[in-house]
């Protein structure tokens, strides 16, 4: 499986950026999806993830601000930043785990996949 992310940009302290990140390949399930940001100098960090069920969790630092979401028919999901800070510029990237392949005949699991990185660059 492939993931492909996009949505990244520059943006004003204040502003709103939408995430997307769309795996593809045969697949048949993904149990859990979620972004992670890596600033310079820093250790890659968790952000948000999210169950094939809907259930959710936050880095403190970004509850009340980001919502993250999926389309599980469309294997997508989405990270809407809001009130976005100096502080959560970095290098965004989507991940998935728990991944179910459908060859046609047969299910099989593979490893955890991430895609290739979005930059977020709140400034003014």
């Known amino acids: 499986v492939q993931l492909q992310a996009s949505g990244g940009g520059l943006v004003q302290p204040g502003g709103s950026l939408r995430l997307s990140c769309a795996a593809s390949g045969s697949i048949f399930n993904i149990d859990v999806m979620g972004w992670y940001r890596q600033a310079p100098g820093k250790q890659r960090e968790l952000v948000a993830t999210i169950t094939n069920g809907g259930s959710t969790q936050y880095v403190d630092s970004v509850k009340g601000r980001f919502t993250i979401s999926r389309d599980n028919a469309k294997n997508t999901v989405y990270l809407q930043m809001n009130s976005l800070k100096p502080e959560d510029t970095a290098v965004y990237y989507c991940?998935?785990?728990?991944?179910?392949?459908?060859?046609?005949?047969?299910?099989?699991?593979?490893?955890?996949?991430w895609g290739q990185g979005t930059q977020v660059t709140v400034s003014s």
């Open positions: 991940n998935a785990q728990g991944i179910i392949y459908d060859s046609g005949s047969s299910y099989y699991t593979g490893p955890d996949r």
